[in-house]
């Protein structure tokens, strides 16, 4: 468990945001964590394969092996 300070301002805005959208602040820093996480792991993700980039297939190629030529 981690305990988090914020100064007045941002509590104000935090204690506020979490009120008009009808959740308690804590359940808002808990989602907003998860969001920002899930954001830095496809960051990641999208980094390596950018450094690692595997083989490509044509669109063409794709439809002929699937049978979807007209």
Known sequence: ???????????QSLT???SRIGI???TLIK???Q??????EDR??????LQNPEP???LEQVV???GLED
Not at 1 to 11: A, G, L, N, V
Not at 35 to 40: F, Q, S, T
């Open 1 to 11: 468990m981690h305990t988090i300070r914020f100064d007045t301002e941002t509590e």
């Open 16 to 18: 506020a945001v979490a």
């Open 24 to 26: 308690d602040p804590e």
């Open 31 to 33: 989602e907003a964590v």
């Open 35 to 40: 969001r920002y996480l899930e954001d830095w």
């Open 44 to 49: 990641a993700i999208a980094e390596e394969r």
């Open 56 to 58: 490509t297939v044509p």
């Open 64 to 66: 002929r092996d699937l």
